[in-house]
T-cell receptor, first 113, second 112 residues
Framework: DAGITQSPRYKITETGRQVTLMCHQT?????MFWYRQDLGHGLRLIYY???????DKGEVPDGYVVSRSKTENFPLTLESATRSQTSVYFC????????????FGPGTRLTVL | QKEVEQNSGPLSVPEGAIASLNCTYS??????FFWYRQYSGKSPELIMS??SNGDKEDGRFTAQLNKASQYVSLLIRDSQPSDSATYLC???WGTGRRALTFGSGTRLQVQP
């Protein structure tokens, strides 16, 4: 039972390149989230999704694009990567009808050179 | 402005002592509160949730909530070196959004 997985776990890219981070969950959770974690800022919400084809902005959405065509997948795309997007990215999911508790994937460490 | 404040620490306690971690939040309408533990290089792991004023106990962990004071805390009894981690407080981000706002975390060190 994999739960929630992210790929790749580590990624190095260059400024201006497009990068897609993948997130997959096997719990059939309705809600999915993308966070970035930086020293001094804690976890900040980038985008979230209530269901397939329903997404909404979080605190820091600029420079990111999401889609959710299937309930189990929630990819995050950096359309033109910048050095300020160097961070650890976490995907999370939660049940729709239950509480708000979120369960996190293992994270992707992204470095933009 | 949504804010969740935590003392960054480190909070150092001897093994077997009680560790007390505190969190304040600014959004008066928040109804749901969570504590996560994060080991270095790992993802956050849910420890406790609390929704009503008062105390909620789960093993060695007790969460305390005071909505009037906008204050939530986590007590860890009989602290163990394996409890050494960063503890994140999370608060519901507005109502109906089903999203959370996280504090920056308090680093706990349990000394053997």
């Amino acid at each position: 039972d994999a739960g929630i997985t992210q790929s790749p776990r580590y990624k190095i890219t260059e400024t201006g390149r497009q990068v897609t981070l993948m997130c997959h969950q096997t719990w059939s959770h309705s809600y999915m989230f993308w966070y970035r974690q930086d020293l001094g800022h804690g976890l900040r919400l980038i985008y979230y999704s209530a269901a397939a084809d329903i997404t909404d902005k979080g605190e820091v959405p600029d420079g990111y694009v999401v889609s959710r065509s299937k309930t189990e997948n929630f990819p995050l795309t950096l359309e033109s990567a910048t050095r300020s997007q160097t961070s650890v990215y976490f995907c999370a999911s939660s049940e729709g009808r239950g509480g708000l508790a979120q369960y996190f994937g293992p994270g992707t460490r992204l470095t933009v050179l | 402005q949504k804010e969740v404040e935590q003392n960054s620490g480190p909070l150092s306690v001897p093994e077997g002592a009680i560790a007390s971690l505190n969190c304040t939040y600014s959004d008066r309408v928040s109804q749901s509160f969570f504590w996560y533990r994060q080991y270095s290089g790992k993802s956050p792991e849910l420890i406790m949730s609390i929704y009503s004023n008062g105390d909620k106990e789960d093993g060695r962990f007790t969460a305390q909530l005071n909505k009037a004071s906008q204050y939530v805390s986590l007590l860890i009894r009989d602290s163990q070196p394996s409890d050494s981690a960063t503890y994140l407080c999370a608060v519901e981000w507005g109502t109906g959004r089903r999203a959370l706002t996280f504090g920056s975390g308090t680093r706990l060190q349990v000394q053997p």
